[in-house]
């Protein structure tokens, strides 16, 4: 039987990057109370309390949402959204009371959860929840890009003496890091399995300890992290901002340091540039050992393609490979992120089964145009703001500039709408892009051009013609 990824861990990655791009308050409102459930005949629907939560997230992120799951889903099942009374009404009363419930995004804390370990003996080795069996070293490819941080966790993960403490790893979105902290932590396991390995989200770590602040357990939550051999938190940039989740993970990062336990984390950025976390947090992390995972390059990316495709073709129970000009165009259209580009193979597999070798250029091609639609020709932020700088009789460098006069601003708000229409960058990647700005200048700059380009002609078709003179 091939293995097939349950439904909730495919919403509960797609989730992952939903509330990076859209925020923590858009997320927070429209798609937390959002539910993953199984309709009539099996058919995956995502329910929405109301109409209105509905009818926004049909506007303002289902096309992403559509994209994200046919990234994630190695199976590519179509997803469906509906209201839960539109649900209820056609999958009948009894849809309420059975068990379809697969989960909703707030459900999938589970404070300490020791039933993710693969094989190997655990010992004490307790993971909070949220390893994946599949991110292990064997099908961590390495190349140029990742060989250092690799050689890090290989060394964090047997134990060696002479640690550097904290390990941190960072890599712009999807290019490995969650990959590595769970080989990290699969390996420590089994080499160890009487130390005591943790690993959780740093959004894990606040709502688990949120909930310990309410519950009042935080001597049980603090326990339970500084009697840690290993203690590795993933995305840990997520805190910024978090004044009392900081203060914690500070205590936690210092107990355990004193102590002589491990500390991993990794995070988006290096961490002299998350500015939105504490000066002590941020001092700490930059006094460890601060490896940073490149962009792939061809090579990797086509050694990634290799390897997804033959564990596919394991789990599905046939010998799968591709055509060389198949996977070549893999590497060269999908560059922004291994997601992406795993995402694309995973369709192919999905669409064209144990065919998948006889696929033509053309016939992969056809399969993926929804997925190209951006990536017909990729259209880069540099792009986007050499066309927007000369539309408006700018320099490119005034778009990244502090300068805040209308003349300036205005165009710099219309380039960074344009980068979230055009691209598939988060908020904070186009923040980076645009001079070090944070995430939520780019959210309001994207909101402030939506409601200006409603009232005002002249920019709307200052913006069309733009992207039209973008997409080529
Ligand atoms: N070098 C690699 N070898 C094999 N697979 C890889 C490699 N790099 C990334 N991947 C795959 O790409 C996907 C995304 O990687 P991962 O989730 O680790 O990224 P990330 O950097 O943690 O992203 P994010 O910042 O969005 O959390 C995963 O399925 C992972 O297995």
Redesign the pocket.
Known sequence: MPELTPADTVWTKAC??LR?ELGEADFGSWLSQAALREGAAGALVLVTPTGVARDWIRRNAWRRIAELWAQNDPQGRHLDLKSRMEFEAEAGPASSASPAVVVSPLEIADPVSTDAAPAAGRGRSAALGGLQE??TFD?????PA?EFAYAVAKRVASWADGHFNPVVIH?S????????MNAMAWEAMRTQPTRKVVYLSAERFLSTFVRAVMDRATTAFKEELRDADLLLI??VHFVGGKQSTQEELFHTLTALMEDGRRVVF?T?RPPSAITEIDARLRSHLSAGLVCG?EP?DRD?RLG?LE??LDTLGRQQGFAATARPEVLQFLADRFTD???EL?GALNTLVARAGVGVSRLSLDEAQAILRPHLRGAEKRITIDDIQKATSEHFGLKQADLISERRNRSIARPRQAAMWLAKQLTTRSLPDIGRRFGGRDHTTVLHAVRRIEELKAGDAQLARDLEALARKLRG
């Not at 979105?173 to 590595?180: E, I, P, Q, R, S």
């Open positions: 992952s990057a990076r599949r991110f099908t961590f490819v390495v190349g990742n890599s979105y999807g290019f490995g890091k969650t990959h590595l993933d995305d990794s988006d995972i792939a990797l990634i390897k997804k992120s291994v997601r795993e």
